[in-house]
């Protein structure tokens, strides 16, 4: 039976596509089939899947298609999940009735949340959502846990030690706020940084199809590019890792 990861969030653009490709890329390179479940009538995922099929970025582990209602979902869940590992579902960037469809298909649902106030806001109005969910339900142990994956992380944020001076070139404002959402969401351990890896994986395919497409490269450029494409695909084994084991920034790490 596959395990179902649920993507969502109520703010566009907050990273819920490019996680989606993300963990297929690091499901499909650890050789499990997955299917990806597009909810988002904006079907990027779909676009994705098509422009990477026409370039012959594709990795026969990654199935893709469209869902345009929660009765698509249920059967595109019920058709494929004993012939794949894990089914990733990407949403639209707002909330609505679909939210418990997902809920009740899900195994993990997965909110990521950059670093800015409207992300905070509406990324605590899921919670209070999930948790409203799980008031209300019958058996509320059934109500799929909920992780917030910080998105988009920059640089000098990703490797700052709390607690220590702020890095030059960042704002007082979003460095406080960095710490202020950690404390406030316990987000998983594994941030999903800032990366132009991520840019090129939304424009060709999965990473470990563009990984083997530089390592195979005569190129010392792209034997460059190649190394970092094994540690952007190394972060995204992390998350899957950390999603599964509900790794998250304990007190401890963030001391
Ligand atoms: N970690 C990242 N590193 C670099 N670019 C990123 C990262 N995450 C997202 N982006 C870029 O930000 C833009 C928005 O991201 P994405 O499409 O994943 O958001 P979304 O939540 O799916 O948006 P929507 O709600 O519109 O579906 C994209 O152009 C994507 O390439
Ligand atoms: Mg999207």
């Known amino acids: 039976m596959a395990i179902v990861l649920g993507i969502m969030s109520s703010k566009g653009g907050a990273g819920k596509s490019t996680i ?6 690091a499901f499909a390179f650890t050789e499990n089939r997955c299917l990806i479940i597009d909810l988002d ?3 990027d995922i779909v676009n994705w ?3 990477a099929t026409q370039t012959g970025y594709v ?6 298609r469209p869902a345009t209602n ?3 979902l249920f059967d595109l869940v019920d058709r494929h999940e004993s012939d794949v590992s894990f089914i990733l579902i990407d949403t639209k960037g707002e909330a609505s009735s679909w939210a418990v ?4 298909v899900s195994d993990v649902l997965i909110v990521p949340c950059m670093n800015a106030k409207g992300d905070r806001e509406r990324t605590q109005e899921t919670i209070d959502w999930h948790e409203d969910l799980k008031s209300r339900a019958e058996n509320p ?3 799929p846990p909920l992780h917030v994956v910080l998105s988009r992380v920059k640089p000098n944020l990703l490797t700052h030690v709390r607690g220590t001076s702020k890095p030059k070139d960042l704002a007082s404002r979003e460095f406080e706020r960095h710490y202020e959402i950690i404390d406030q969401f316990n987000p998983l351990a594994t941030m999903v940084a800032e990366k132009s890896q991520y840019r090129e994986m939304d424009e060709m395919g999965p990473l470990g199809v563009i990984l083997q497409r530089y390592r195979a490269s005569g190129d010392p450029n792209e034997k460059l590019k190649a ?7 190394a972060h995204a084994i992390t998350l899957v890792n950390n999603i599964f084991d509900q790794r998250k920034m304990e007190a401890s790490d963030a001391a």
């Open 141 to 143: 142990e059934r109500i």
């Open 49 to 51: 899947w098509s422009t």
């Open 20 to 25: 989606t490709k993300l963990l297929a890329s």
């Open 101 to 104: 469809d997902l809920a009740s």
């Open 41 to 43: 009538p904006n079907k």
């Open 70 to 72: 929660g009765n698509d």
């Open 227 to 233: 190394h970092h494409f094994e540690v952007a695909l």
């Open 59 to 64: 990795d026969d582990n990654i199935l893709v």
